[in-house]
């Protein structure tokens, strides 16, 4: 059983950043790709970014490249997205991700590759 846990929303400023975190535990978090996914007000979830196993292949939606990095504490069980220079746009739901495979750069961006999800931390962006 994987339980995951995201921290760190809140409310910033349209340039601005913030880290968000997803605590995972249960199991061991190696043999997991991990990703973030972004549900905007009205709108389907959708694929922010992705991480394989071993941290060394990443993934990013267009819409955040160059602005949203991703990382991976395999020592802690977390995962993390540094967001900056933020906008109105990235407002919404954001949701850690988990997917087991025996695939060491595996990434992916579609909702229906994850198994397991945390809870959801709200990030509004706004003046």
């Known amino acids: 059983q994987l339980q995951l846990v995201e921290s760190g929303g809140g409310l910033v400023q349209p340039g601005g950043s913030l880290r968000l975190s997803c605590a995972v535990s249960?199991?061991?978090?190696?043999?997991?790709?991990m990703g973030w996914f972004h549900q905007a007000p009205g709108k389907e979830r959708e694929g922010v970014s992705s991480?394989?196993?071993?941290?060394?292949?990443?993934n990013y939606a267009d819409s955040v490249k160059g602005r949203f990095t991703i990382s991976r504490d395999n020592a802690k069980n977390t995962e993390y997205l540094q967001m900056n220079s933020l906008k109105p746009e990235d407002t919404g739901i954001y949701f850690c991700a988990a997917t087991f495979t025996g695939i060491q750069e595996y990434t992916s961006l579609a909702r229906i590759s994850y198994g397991s999800w945390g809870q959801g931390t709200q990030v509004t962006v706004s003046s």
């Open positions: 991480i394989s196993r071993t941290g060394e292949t990443t």
């Open positions: 249960g199991q061991t978090l190696e043999h997991y790709a």
